[in-house]
């Protein structure tokens, strides 16, 4: 996905999920995007994306700790919300799968 394409599914995904909140996108040497979607005072969706090594990840951050995310640090895997410490094997998530899930898991 070409860095244009995902910051412009990053904004998509924030207006449809998260209408009413803040987000900041930072852009870095053309080639790393940083998404910070401020959902509380005390919740926030953090998302990176480096163009130039595919490197991808999504996190729920909640009280200053993840508390579900998802990576493609040497292979796709979701930390999951009963243990984020633990990696499970998935295939890759699509950014609206993401932010339907953390959306879900906030409204609980």
């Known amino acids: 996905m070409t ?3 995902f910051k412009s599914e990053i904004i ?4 449809k999920f998260f209408p009413n909140v803040r ?5 870095k040497r053309g080639i790393i995007l940083e998404a910070r979607v401020d959902i509380s005072e005390n919740a926030f969706l953090e998302i990176y994306h480096n163009v130039l090594t595919g490197k991808k990840s999504y996190a729920l951050i909640t009280n ?10 040497k292979h796709w895997h979701l930390h999951p919300l009963d243990n984020p410490a ?7 998530p699509s950014m609206e ?3 339907s899930e953390m959306k879900d898991i906030l409204s609980d």
């Open 12 to 15: 998509t995904n924030v207006r």
């Open 97 to 99: 799968e993401v932010f």
């Open 64 to 73: 200053g700790k993840r508390i579900l995310g998802y990576d493609n640090y």
């Open 3 to 5: 860095f244009d394409a």
């Open 23 to 27: 987000s900041t996108i930072t852009e």
């Open 86 to 92: 633990r990696h499970i094997p998935c295939s890759e």
